[in-house]
T-cell receptor, first 112, second 111 residues
Framework: EAQVTQNPRYLITVTGKKLTVTCSQN?????MSWYRQDPGLGLRQIYY???????DKGDVPEGYKVSRKEKRNFPLILESPSPNQTSLYFC???????????FGQGTRLTVV | SQQGEEDPQALSIQEGENATMNCSYK?????LQWYRQNSGRGLVHLIL?????REKHSGRLRVTLDTSKKSSSLLITASRAADTASYFC???????????FGDGTTLTVKP
């Protein structure tokens, strides 16, 4: 089954404790992306990647890092999480070109 | 303000009625996509319309694009209670670069 898998689905952590949210897709898509969704603000793009070892900033990259060492994986790293990073995070992937994006089920992160 | 803004923010209709949602954007685009999201869950792609297209259909969904007005609309005909969800438009200036989502329209269809 074609899918984008995020882990964990829920995470509560403390300020400053490094964490990684994993994202994996099994569709051989070149393009992968991370978004955060906050009430009243829709989805905002954090980082995206058009292929292995190619990453670019989205609209809200501050406080986040990503890596794309393999085509299928695109982890989101928060080196020093802060409470304003409490949000619902989505990973997405798609083939290059005018194609549809597939979204993961989301990771609800709470930073206390 | 954000590229891709939906209107209205919330819409409540009776089952069987049609629902129309609008999306406006500010810069030129390569394509525009509509997504659906059930509460707190992942987004599901509905329709992609390219900048050189004016209208697309998929089942009960009809999307129009007016690049001169920088706007798009999503029409859901003969709505069902199961259509209750949030609907987002997303614009992309290239076919593989940044994409920008609007704040969404929350649709409630009453049985």
């Amino acid at each position: 089954e074609a899918q984008v898998t995020q882990n964990p689905r829920y995470l509560i952590t403390v300020t400053g404790k490094k964490l990684t949210v994993t994202c994996s897709q099994n569709m051989n898509h070149e393009y992968m992306s991370w978004y955060r969704q906050d009430p009243g603000l829709g989805l905002r793009q954090i980082y995206y990647s058009m292929n292995v070892e190619v990453t670019d900033k989205g609209d809200v990259p501050e406080g986040y890092k990503v890596s794309r060492k393999e085509k299928r994986n695109f982890p989101l790293i928060l080196e020093s999480p802060s409470p304003n990073q409490t949000s619902l995070y989505f990973c997405a992937s798609k083939a290059l070109g005018n194609t549809e994006a597939f979204f993961g089920q989301g990771t609800r992160l709470t930073v206390v | 303000s954000q590229q891709g803004e939906e209107d209205p923010q919330a819409l409540s209709i009776q089952e069987g009625e049609n629902a129309t949602m609008n999306c406006s954007y500010k810069t030129s685009i390569n394509n525009l996509q509509w997504y659906r999201q059930n509460s707190g869950r992942g987004l599901v792609h509905l329709i992609l319309i390219r900048s050189n297209e004016r209208e697309k259909h998929s089942g009960r969904l009809r999307v129009t694009l007016d690049t001169s007005k920088k706007s798009s609309s999503l029409l859901i005909t003969a709505s069902r209670a199961a259509d209750t969800a949030s609907y987002f438009c997303a614009t992309a200036r290239t076919n593989a670069g940044k994409s920008t989502f609007g704040d969404g329209t929350t649709l409630t269809v009453k049985p």
